[in-house]
């Protein structure tokens, strides 16, 4: 079992960066693909990016491909969501996310979810 523990969220302006981390603890921490989502006000949750366990693979939603990096350092058992060039339509609950399987992370469905960070982008 593992436990997530987001990081870094906040209130910023249109184009300014952010750093998102995710703290993990409790289990083999380069055993879990992991993963971003977010969630609106009134919308559904999305994938935003993932990450295979090892970094070498990595994935992104369309609307996010350019913007945003997501990496890990497997020996701090952290796992990161750079953002550069915010909007407001990427105002959301961000959450991390973690699973044995790679796959089951990019779809949404990992066994392991954090609590959510909040980043707000004014226009």
């Known amino acids: 079992q593992v436990q997530l523990v987001e990081s870094g969220g906040g209130l910023v302006q249109t184009g300014d960066s952010l750093r998102l981390s995710c703290a993990a603890v409790?289990?083999?921490?380069?055993?879990?693909?992991m993963g971003w989502f977010r969630q609106a006000p009134g919308k559904e949750r999305e994938f935003v990016a993932a990450?295979?366990?090892?970094?070498?693979?990595?994935y992104y939603a369309n609307s996010v491909k350019g913007r945003f990096t997501i990496s890990r350092d497997n020996a701090k058992n952290t796992v990161y969501l750079q953002m550069n060039s915010l909007k407001p339509d990427d105002t959301a609950v961000y959450y991390c996310?973690?699973?044995?399987?790679?796959?089951?992370?990019?779809?949404?469905?990992?066994?392991?979810w954090g609590q959510g960070t909040q980043v707000t982008v004014s226009s």
């Open positions: 409790g289990s083999i921490f380069s055993s879990y693909a």
């Open positions: 996310a973690a699973d044995q399987n790679s796959y089951a992370v990019r779809t949404g469905t990992p066994d392991y």
């Open positions: 990450i295979s366990r090892s970094g070498s693979s990595t």
